[in-house]
């Protein structure tokens, strides 16, 4: 007898695959609404920085593959078979469902390359997936995975690339090292919906440094919007700013509400934040993000695995 397919619907931010999807992909950002000519030089000029377009793309595809091969070596009773859809690109989440249906999968798992639950990230990749699901009659059930940021692996996981940063300072000094964890900020109206976002960034933050032992560490927040509503503060270049006037001269940052590199890390933080740094004559170190890490896949894989057997 043949093993019933059991899909997964893995989805993901999505980034530009040529110069000229800059434009339709920032507006389907902006939910339909164009950039102004000066928004996208901006854009375009920071994929510049960071050499043309984003690895990105290549990352989640990779992230999918081997998610599928993790998935079967943890349980090889059963057959997976994984499925990226996009929250911003071709293909995107309602593709993807449409795609799933014609092959005949009923019975899926939704998971986010996110770690962290917020109405506005997770929950809006959910909602998608549930649109296309009742456009397309199927598949019959999705069980989603909301959140995985205390997920033991995922926090083994960080915990050794932090370790791997504050192991680039001498011994002596490691424990004056403040390490900040970061994840995107968002307009700070969530926090009157009681949104779990930033709770559980504080969460992630608590767990990976109780593993190593390291007590010198907060969160702060990177890439707010560029538009008048008050977004969730400190920003991390904020957050530099002020521990160089504490007399601090070393900084950890990992962008924990990040999986890949990407455009956020690889500006934002490489570029941008590490600017600054040098300028104020600070030694950052910015941790090295999961990507395609056996173990990291091996954390997102047992928490589809905990979903399927949720149901
Ligand atoms: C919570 C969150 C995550 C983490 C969770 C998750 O991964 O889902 C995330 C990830 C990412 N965000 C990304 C890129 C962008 N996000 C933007 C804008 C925005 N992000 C938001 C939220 C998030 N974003 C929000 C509320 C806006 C404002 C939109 C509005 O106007 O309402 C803009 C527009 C310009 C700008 O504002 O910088 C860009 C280019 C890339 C891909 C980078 C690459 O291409 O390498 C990734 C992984
Ligand atoms: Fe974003």
Known sequence: MS?????????AYGTPSSVEEILPYYTHIRRGR???PQQLQELTERYE???????????????????????????PAADYRVYTGMKHAHPFIEETVQQMVADGIEEAIGVVWAPHYSTMSIGTYIKSAEEAREK???PQAISYVESWHVQPLFIDSTAKRVAAALA???AEERASVPVVFTAHSLPERILQLGDPYPRQIEETGAAVTAQIGHNNWFTGWQSAGRTPEPWLGP?????????????VTSIVICPVGFVSDHLEVQYDIDIE???????LGMKLVRVASPNDEPLFLQAVATAVLEQAKKG
């Not at 093993?3 to 893995?10: D, R």
């Not at 934040?273 to 300028?279: F, M, N, R, T, V």
């Open 3 to 11: 093993k019933k397919v059991i899909g997964i619907l893995a989805m």
């Open 34 to 36: 164009p950039p102004e």
């Open 49 to 75: 920085a960071i050499g043309g377009l984003s690895p990105l793309n290549e990352i989640t595809a990779a992230q999918a593959q081997g998610l599928e091969r993790t998935l079967h070596e943890l349980n």
């Open 136 to 138: 397309w009659g199927g």
């Open 168 to 170: 680039q300072f001498p």
């Open 235 to 247: 920003d991390i270049l904020d957050v530099i700013r002020e521990q160089h006037a504490q007399g």
């Open 273 to 279: 934040a590490k600017q600054l740094a040098d300028e």
